[in-house]
Every structure is written in C-alpha cells, then in structure tokens.
C-alpha cells in the first residue's frame, strides 16, 4: 500500500512540474494532461493492488508448502519432503535423491493447493 502512495505523490509532483511549464498550452491541451495523468495513477493503483494480491496468494502457498501441505504445481505434487522452495526466483526445485522429479523446477505462480 505504501508504494500505492509513493507513486500518486510522485505522478502528482510530476503533474506540478508539467503545469508549471505549460501556462501558453490551451485548456483543452491542459484536460487531455489531466486526464492521461489520472489514468496513469489508476493503473498504478490497479496494478499494485493486483501484484499485492497475487503477493497475498504466493506467501500462503509458501506457508501451506511450509506446514507439509501438498502443491499441484503443472503435472507435479509439490511437498516439502521432495521439494525445496527457492524464494529469490520463486521457485520450487526437485530434490536431488528423487529420481523422478530430480532437476524438475517449478515457478510458484503455477501452483495451487490440492
């Protein structure tokens, strides 16, 4: 939520600066800005609340994953006692000693709970 505010102040410190400059544009000129920026910051809104919400989703996958629940992840059963979570990629990797899903790498957004 906070980057949600950090955004809109900075589109409307931009929104300053652009008027500042454009006193000779004509009002109709001055609109078409205004609108275009209020779009601008609706799809910044739009898409922070959708990748905090896809957040949301991803960090209670880990949790169930955690807590022994099983994944289905594209054609796998993903549990973490063949699976290993790599949070930098976002990632589950096959653990080595299982031969059938040993070097398999499976992205976090292809999961859900069984």
């Known amino acids: 939520m906070a980057q949600i505010i950090i955004s809109t102040i900075l589109v409307i410190i931009l929104l300053v600066f652009i008027f500042a400059r454009i006193e000779n544009f ?3 000129r001055k609109i078409i800005i205004c609108i275009l920026c209020t ?9 922070q609340l959708l990748m905090d919400k896809r957040s949301d989703i991803n ?7 955690d807590r022994g629940e099983k994944l289905i992840c594209k054609e796998y059963e993903v549990e973490n006692t063949k699976f290993n979570y790599v949070g930098g990629t976002k990632v589950f990797v096959g653990l080595e000693r299982f031969n059938d899903i040993k070097g ?5 957004e292809e999961c859900r709970l069984k």
Request: no cysteine.
């Open 39 to 47: 779009l601008l910051v609706v799809a910044i809104v739009v898409y």
């Open 104 to 108: 398999a790498v499976v992205s976090i």
């Open 59 to 65: 960090r209670e996958l880990i949790n169930l994953f």
């Open 26 to 28: 004509s009002k109709v």
